[in-house]
């Protein structure tokens, strides 16, 4: 049976407050879903991960999310964060647009030239 890997993402951040950017434990519980999953499994993760970010209008988690896709580099997410630079669904949300911003900025870092030391 497939897992509803939207539905174990966001159940990470049932935790999350008013008051809180996300909850201690919700990044965590979503890395080890991330190692859980492999292969295909792992394609249609990445693949809910975007659709949760589309779709949810909770800013703390689309905010946990872009810095979660931030951190491990996920790349097949590109096209989803570009549309979300672009929608102005989260233009009053000065932490999503940070978020937003690490994430190209890492991207441009990662595609410059190694140099040796």
Same mark, same amino acid.
Do not use: H
């Given at each position: &049976?497939? +897992?509803?890997?939207?539905? /174990? ?7 999350? $407050?008013?008051?809180?950017?996300? =909850? ?10 991330? =190692? ?5 499994? !792992?394609?249609?993760? *990445? #693949?809910? *991960?975007? /659709? ?7 800013? !703390? ?12 580099? @996920?790349?097949? @997410?590109?096209?989803? &964060? #570009? ?5 102005? +669904?989260?233009?009053? /949300?000065?932490?999503?647009? +940070? ?6 900025? &890492? #991207?441009?870092? #990662? $595609?410059?030239?190694?140099?040796? $030391?």
């Amino acid at each position: &049976m497939e +897992k509803n890997w939207q539905a /174990e993402i966001l159940a990470c951040f049932a935790g999350i $407050s008013d008051y809180d950017y996300a =909850d201690w434990g919700g990044s965590g519980a979503l890395l080890e879903l991330y =190692d859980s999953s492999g292969g295909e499994d !792992r394609t249609i993760f *990445i #693949r809910a *991960i975007g /659709e949760i970010i589309e779709t949810n209008d909770n800013p !703390r988690v689309v905010g946990s999310l872009v810095q979660f896709v931030t951190a491990l580099d @996920l790349v097949q @997410l590109d096209e989803t &964060m #570009r549309n979300l630079t672009t929608s102005g +669904k989260f233009v009053n /949300e000065p932490e999503i647009l +940070k978020a937003i911003t690490n994430y190209f900025a &890492m #991207r441009k870092l #990662r $595609s410059l030239p190694k140099t040796s $030391s």
